[in-house]
C-alpha cells in the first residue's frame, strides 16, 4: 500500500548535523502514522520519533529529545528527521516505518519499513 525510501543518511561528526528524507509512493500517504527507527550492530530496533497522520503530534525517545525532530509533508509525500548535535552514540542503521492509524512508538505495531540509511557519527 506505501512504498518507503530512506535517504540522506552518511558520516557526520560529534556536534554537527544530519537531516534524513523518507520518501513515500502511494496515494494513501496521509492515512499513515509515521515514525523512525534506528539499529545498532549487536542491539534491538530502537524507536527514535514518530509523528501522527496531520503532523499535529509527534513523539521522541529521551536520548534524541532536544536534539532531534521529525516532520512530514503530506503533499509531496515525505517525512524528515532533522539530527542535531550528534553523538557517537547515534550511529546506527535508521529506519523509516509507516503504520495505518495506530500511532505507536512499538516497532511490532509497524507494518511498512524502508531498506534503512547508514549514520555514522565519528568524535
Known amino acids: 500500500q506505501v512504498q518507503l525510501v530512506e535517504s540522506g543518511g552518511g558520516l557526520g561528526q560529534a556536534g554537527g548535523s544530519l537531516r534524513l528524507s523518507c520518501a513515500a509512493s502511494?496515494?494513501?500517504?496521509?492515512?499513515?502514522?509515521m515514525a523512525w527507527f534506528r539499529q545498532a550492530p549487536g542491539k534491538e530496533r530502537d524507536f527514535v520519533a514518530a509523528?501522527?497522520?496531520?503532523?499535529?503530534?509527534?513523539s521522541y525517545a529521551d536520548s534524541v529529545k532536544g536534539r532531534f525532530t521529525i516532520s512530514r509533508d503530506n503533499v509531496q509525500n515525505l517525512v524528515y528527521l532533522q539530527m542535531n548535535s550528534l553523538k557517537p552514540e547515534d550511529t546506527a542503521l535508521y529506519y523509516c516505518?509507516?503504520?495505518?492509524?495506530?500511532?505507536?512508538?512499538?516497532?511490532?505495531?509497524?507494518?511498512?519499513w524502508g531498506q534503512g540509511t547508514q549514520v555514522t557519527v565519528s568524535s
Open positions: 509523528i501522527s497522520r496531520s503532523g499535529g503530534r509527534t
Open positions: 502511494g496515494r494513501t500517504f496521509s492515512r499513515y502514522d
Open positions: 516505518a509507516a503504520t495505518p492509524g495506530l500511532y505507536s512508538i512499538n516497532y511490532r505495531d509497524y507494518n511498512h
